[in-house]
């Protein structure tokens, strides 16, 4: 069965899962497009699924008959109101991060998934995807059990509208849930500090911070979110275990010896960091969105990522200072 798929926001990273699912998976076609700017949306249509319709609003594209599932691609703060359409309508939901922007939005998804009594929500957390990981993963059983992690996350540069707590719950996001799922552990306690900020940020982002999580298990994460560090898009984490030190292996690039240097060229951009990990999420998501559910993380790792988001922003405001962050019950849906 080829899913017939709707995408709602057809900006950045909506227009690229759009081309991916048009030409370069199989399983799925677009069919219908949705944009609060309505000429992204024709742009996508015009550029890439000519036969697709556009909607005016996301609800009207989830109520299609056209379509079958949906792929949440907008801001991240129109997310909720998305997902929870397409619970209601019964349609598999791929969602990107985050599920919502507050615990109290991703926990309404998780209880409306719950109460339809099948999956249908997939979170776009692609590094579970990502080949370094899964890799990683596997080497913790030879380094022994985890007592530390050291990582960073460094953008070469974000947009003026980018502000502190967008470290938290639009970047850290991704080490929050990989974390999780690397370790097979859930966070206690958060912790931010800030050095002085960086000569290129603005007014409104204190750049870099670094962030220590705590997990139930005693292992302490952390991280340096630095999103203006002008060099590239770097993506850093080394584990320490009882035996020894696993690290994220670098992405591939051609070394060169040129000009009396040994060079290794560095990524800038998002995208091509982990190009290969959105197409195996999204080609998981289509063949799970045939059989009418969805698989790979779930909305209880949506929303348990966005209650440790919420403790980061709290203790970026009680810098210094360490804050709790509860671990609910789970609900056998998610089991
Ligand atoms: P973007 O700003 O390029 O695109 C967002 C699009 O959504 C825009 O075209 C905007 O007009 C549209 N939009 C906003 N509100 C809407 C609404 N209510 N209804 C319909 N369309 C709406 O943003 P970008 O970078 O594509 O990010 C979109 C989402 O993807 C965000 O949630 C972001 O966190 C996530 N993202 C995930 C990445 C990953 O590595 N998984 C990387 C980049 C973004
Ligand atoms: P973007 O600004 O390029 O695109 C967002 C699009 O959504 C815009 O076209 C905007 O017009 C549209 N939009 C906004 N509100 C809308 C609404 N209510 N209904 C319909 N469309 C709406 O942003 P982006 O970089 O593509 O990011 C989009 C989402 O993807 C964000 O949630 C972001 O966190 C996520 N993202 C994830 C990754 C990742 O690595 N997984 C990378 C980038 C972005
Ligand atoms: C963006 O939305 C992403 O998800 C990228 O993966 C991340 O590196 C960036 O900081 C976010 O803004």
């Not at 309508?89 to 109290?104: D, H, I, N, R, V």
């Not at 913790?140 to 938290?168: D, F, K």
């Not at 799922?181 to 982002?205: E, G, N, Q």
Request: proline fraction near 5%.
């Amino acid at each position: 069965m080829t899913v017939r798929i709707g995408v709602i926001g057809t900006g950045a990273i909506g227009r690229d899962h759009a081309r991916r699912i048009n030409q370069v998976l199989s399983g799925g076609t677009i069919t219908a497009l949705s944009d609060v700017n309505r000429a992204s949306a024709e742009a996508v249509k015009a550029d890439i699924a000519p036969d697709a319709t556009v909607f005016a609003t996301g609800e009207e594209l989830i109520a299609s008959d056209q379509v079958n599932a949906v792929l949440v691609t907008s801001w991240g703060a129109t997310h909720e109101q998305y997902v929870l359409a397409a619970i209601a309508a019964g349609k598999p939901c791929f969602c990107e991060k985050p599920l919502a922007t507050t615990a109290e939005g991703a926990r309404r998804i998780v209880d409306a998934e719950v109460a339809h009594g099948k999956r249908l929500v997939q979170v776009g957390f692609m590094r579970r995807y990502d080949e370094g990981y899964v890799a990683l993963k596997a080497a913790l059983a030879q380094t022994g059990a985890p007592i530390m992690v050291h990582a960073a996350h460094r953008n070469p540069t974000v947009p003026e509208a980018y502000t502190t707590p967008m470290a938290i719950h639009d970047t850290l996001i991704h080490e929050i849930d990989v974390f999780r799922w690397l370790l097979d552990d859930d966070y206690v306690s958060a912790r931010v500090t800030f050095p002085r900020s960086c000569a290129r940020t603005h007014a409104k982002l204190r750049d870099p911070q670094i962030v220590t999580l705590t997990t139930a298990k005693g292992v302490v994460i952390n991280t340096e979110i630095f999103v203006n560090c002008h060099y590239g898009y770097d993506i850093q984490c080394e584990v320490v275990g009882e035996d020894g030190v696993a690290s994220l292996p670098e992405p591939m690039a051609i070394r060169m010896r040129l000009n009396a240097s040994l060079q290794n060229p560095i990524l800038t951009d998002w995208k091509d960091r982990f190009v290969a990990s959105y197409d195996v999420e999204l080609q998981d998501f289509l063949k799970a969105a045939a059989l009418g559910t969805a698989s790979g993380p779930t909305s209880w790792d949506g929303y348990m990522a966005a209650v440790a988001s919420d403790a980061c922003v709290q203790a970026q405001e009680a810098e210094g200072e360490s804050v709790a962050i509860p671990c609910p019950d789970r609900p056998a849906l998610y089991a």
